[in-house]
């Protein structure tokens, strides 16, 4: 902090204790360069409550229940299982999901469904597929600026409920490379994913404009499957378009990174057993998935 009576506060989750008595050690590798190696004013333990997650989405987060995905890591973790709540449809853009807020009125989902002393800690958001993307012509029908403006306005309304509540924009991924958009829509699926991610980044920045940095953040779900090359084992079907199992747990990792901004490689994998079966997959999936979400989150 630069002085030795200005403190500044540490804090890490994610820490899985038994019931019991333990002796906690404090390890200091090296001393500065007068010979100390600082100041400590407190330590603490406590139980972190759980986060009031809020899912905005189509299909993409309806396939293999992803919001739900998202909360059993937080718990293999060792956090209290999010609270959660989603309002999602196939095929929704966000401008559906603003026309949705207006017709329930104050029943709507952000202002009804937490109790009254509760807000939202973070709202996870994602367009259409294709909107994002500057291809404006039909199959396509990208439409990046009503985009941006549907993603400021909707967390805008988070914002009013809760004010400190984090904006998580779900950066989707590409088509796989077997889709009929390429090489007409778009050259290959990389050239796809470049205009996604452009566009999510600009929402981005315009809600960090807004409300401070760091009020947005991307969970770069897009980058991840980039970096497996859009295998065809991350889709569901021979379109290449909606997520296998795989697919959505690379999500679900990636989100649970951003969220909560710890790690998933040393999640052991025993923890993940009933989930990984669930899905369809093995304990030898669980190392490339997690080594892919670190590394891109």
Do not use: C
């Not at 100041?39 to 396939?63: A, C, D, E, K, T």
């Amino acid at each position: 902090t630069g002085s030795w009576a200005s403190y500044t506060t540490v804090t890490k989750g994610g820490i899985q204790l038994i019931a019991g008595t333990y002796i906690m050690r404090i390890v200091i590798d090296s001393n500065g360069p007068f010979g100390f190696s600082g100041n400590f004013n407190w330590f603490g333990l406590s139980q972190l409550p759980p986060r009031n997650l809020l899912f905005f989405g189509n299909s993409f987060i309806i396939n293999n229940n992803l919001p739900s995905l998202v909360g059993q890591v937080a718990a293999a973790d060792g956090y209290q299982t999010p609270i959660i709540f989603t309002q999602a449809s196939d095929g929704w853009t966000l401008t559906d999901h603003l026309n949705k807020l207006a017709a329930d009125g104050s029943a709507n989902i952000i202002s009804s469904s937490l109790p009254a002393a509760r807000k939202w800690d973070d709202v996870i958001i994602h367009d259409f597929s294709t909107r994002p993307t500057d291809v404006t012509n039909p199959p396509v029908s990208g439409d990046p600026a009503g985009f941006r403006s549907d993603s400021a306005a909707l967390f805008k309304q988070v914002r009013d409920h809760s004010p400190a509540a984090q904006d998580v924009l779900f950066e989707t991924w590409a088509r796989g490379a077997a889709n009929p958009f390429y090489p007409d829509s778009f050259a290959n699926p990389s050239a796809m994913q470049d205009q996604l991610l452009a566009n999510y980044q600009i929402a981005a920045a315009d809600a960090n404009q807004a409300y401070g940095p760091k009020s947005s953040s991307i969970a770069p779900v897009g980058e991840a499957w980039r970096a497996l090359n859009w295998s065809a084992n991350l889709y569901d079907a021979p379109d290449q378009y909606h997520p296998s199992g795989k697919g959505s747990l690379l999500a679900a990792l990636v989100l649970y990174d951003t969220i909560y901004k710890e790690k998933v490689a040393d999640i052991p994998e025993p923890k993940v057993d009933a989930l990984l079966k669930g899905l369809g997959l093995t304990a030898a999936d669980w190392p490339t998935l997690t080594a892919t979400a670190d590394a891109v989150a």
